[in-house]
């Protein structure tokens, strides 16, 4: 069964930085993109910066993230990560990853790992 598990959430004060990894495991499908999202309390899930698999990688981010967050990843550990620079409290939330396949409805999420920014 396919399996994506995040790590490297934790607790940073404003201003810090923190590297998430999403580690892909038995991917039975052609991936086309993964992604990182986040979830605050009380609001909805957002996308945070998405990756589409191609020669060269096409990389969109959101604008709450841009010059902050770089989405990259590793091939051969089958690893997407989160480098998070220059946190503050409204970071905060839960971050979670997915892939998608090129066919519609493939997909999976991970179970998502806590970011928790002190001012």
């Known amino acids: 069964q396919v399996q994506l598990v995040e790590s490297g959430g934790g607790l940073v004060q404003t201003g810090g930085s923190l590297r998430l990894f999403c580690s892909a495991f038995r991917i039975d499908f052609p991936i086309y993109a993964m992604g990182w999202y986040r979830q605050a309390p009380g609001k909805q899930r957002e996308v945070v910066a998405t990756?589409?698999?191609?020669?060269?990688?096409?990389?969109e981010y959101a604008d709450f993230v841009k010059g902050r967050f770089t989405i990259s990843r590793n091939n051969a550990k089958n690893t997407v990560y989160l480098q998070m620079a220059s946190l503050n409290p409204e970071d905060t939330a839960v971050y979670y990853c997915?892939?998608?396949?090129?066919?519609?409805?493939?997909?999976?999420w991970g179970q998502g790992t806590q970011v928790t920014v002190s001012s």
């Open positions: 990756l589409q698999f191609h020669v060269i990688d096409k990389i």
């Open positions: 997915d892939a998608v396949g090129y066919l519609a409805g493939t997909g999976y």
